[in-house]
T-cell receptor
């Protein structure tokens, strides 16, 4: 069965420091991968998605970047964090099967920028 | 872009009561999904709907894909305290956008024992 691992679970970083959040998926090949951010208001905002190694699409302009160095690895980064980068970051995967591809989420990383 | 209107935003109910929430869209979706999110965790897929008019159950949960493909509802029967959480609907398009979901803003459910 497929599993998704996301770490760290919580992170407190000062403004201006770099960021690296990692997500890996096991049990499947060539998944679509996603990074979402969930603000306190509950909405889920798609930040990046990737349909293959080295292929990254950005949904919103921001202080963050994403990379996919391996098939089942997705990394969210920042060179210098802003206070507004605080939030709950969720990684997700999907695999197209029969035309359908529901997303499956990791347990998230709670990022607090101080 | 596509938007989903999810209602109600929050619900406070007594244990044992039934719950109903829904989502409507201005656009047609090919797939409707319902997720539940417990505090501090990622959303978990509850029910996936792939055909207009489809009615699917998962234990005490029942969801339907509206015949117009622009709406969906989720019902929870005989609620229990562990049903507490945020419920999200999500729509999925087709063609070039079939890998992206549009999420509703969620329904926060509180169940009083």
């Amino acid at each position: 069965s497929q599993t998704i691992h996301q770490w760290p679970a919580t992170l407190v970083q000062p403004v201006g420091s770099p960021l690296s959040l990692e997500c890996t998926v096991e049990g499947t090949s060539n998944p679509n991968l996603y990074w979402y951010r969930q603000a306190a208001g509950r909405g889920l905002q798609l930040l990046f998605y990737s349909v293959g190694i080295g292929q990254i699409s950005s949904e919103v302009p921001q202080n963050l970047s994403a990379s996919r160095p391996q098939d089942r690895q997705f990394i969210l980064s920042s060179k210098k964090l802003l206070l507004s980068d605080s939030g709950f970051y969720l990684c997700a995967w999907s695999v197209l099967e029969g035309g359908n591809s529901p997303l499956h989420f990791g347990n998230g990383t709670r990022l607090t920028v101080t | 872009g596509q938007q989903l209107n999810q209602s109600p935003q929050s619900m406070f109910i007594q244990e044992g009561e039934d719950v109903s929430m829904n989502c409507t869209s201005s656009s047609i979706f090919n797939t409707w999904l319902w997720y539940k999110q417990d505090p501090g965790e990622g959303p978990v897929l509850l029910i996936a709907l792939y055909k207009a008019g489809e009615l699917t159950s998962n234990g005490r949960l029942t969801a339907q894909f509206g015949i117009t493909r622009k709406d969906s509802f989720l019902n929870i029967s005989a609620s229990i305290p562990s049903d507490v959480g945020i419920y999200f609907c999500a729509g999925q398009g087709s063609g070039g956008s079939n890998y992206k979901l549009t999420f509703g803003k969620g329904t926060l459910l509180t169940v009083n024992p």
